[in-house]
């Protein structure tokens, strides 16, 4: 079992940046591949960006690609959401998530099905 906490969310205006992380507990985290998703309310949780387990295949959502970056730090069992140039319609609910899946493709990635284990969401809510 892994648990999952996520931080750094918080109030911003239109443009800025806020950085997310999503600390995991357990010696298996390196094995993990590692994804962010968004719930909006009303709204369906959404990709929003994901992380093989060395790090080395990175996908993102067409909305936040350019802004977004995903990277994660293995020793310090962390996986990090950089999120730059923000905007009103980024306002969620922030998820991280993990997954044994293999191969990890793009369609796997994306899918909130292939991920066992979710953290309890950290609010982003950017002002206009």
């Known amino acids: 079992q892994v648990q999952l906490v996520e931080s750094g969310g918080g109030l911003v205006q239109t443009g800025g940046s806020l950085r997310l992380s999503c600390a995991a507990s357990?010696?298996?985290?390196?094995?993990?591949?590692m994804g962010w998703f968004r719930q909006a309310p009303g709204k369906e949780r959404e990709f929003v960006a994901a992380?093989?387990?060395?790090?080395?295949?990175?996908y993102s959502a067409r909305s936040v690609k350019g802004r977004f970056t995903i990277s994660r730090d293995n020793a310090k069992n962390t996986v990090y959401l950089q999120m730059n140039s923000l905007k009103p319609e980024d306002t969620s609910v922030y998820y991280c998530?993990?997954?044994?899946?293999?191969?990890?493709?793009?369609?796997?990635?994306?899918?909130?099905?292939?991920?066992?284990?979710w953290g309890q969401g950290t609010q982003v809510t950017v002002s206009s």
């Open positions: 998530a993990v997954t044994r899946v293999i191969p990890f493709t793009p369609v796997q990635a994306m899918a909130v099905s292939e991920y066992e284990f």
């Open positions: 357990g010696r298996a985290f390196s094995s993990y591949s």
């Open positions: 992380s093989s387990w060395s790090g080395g295949s990175t």
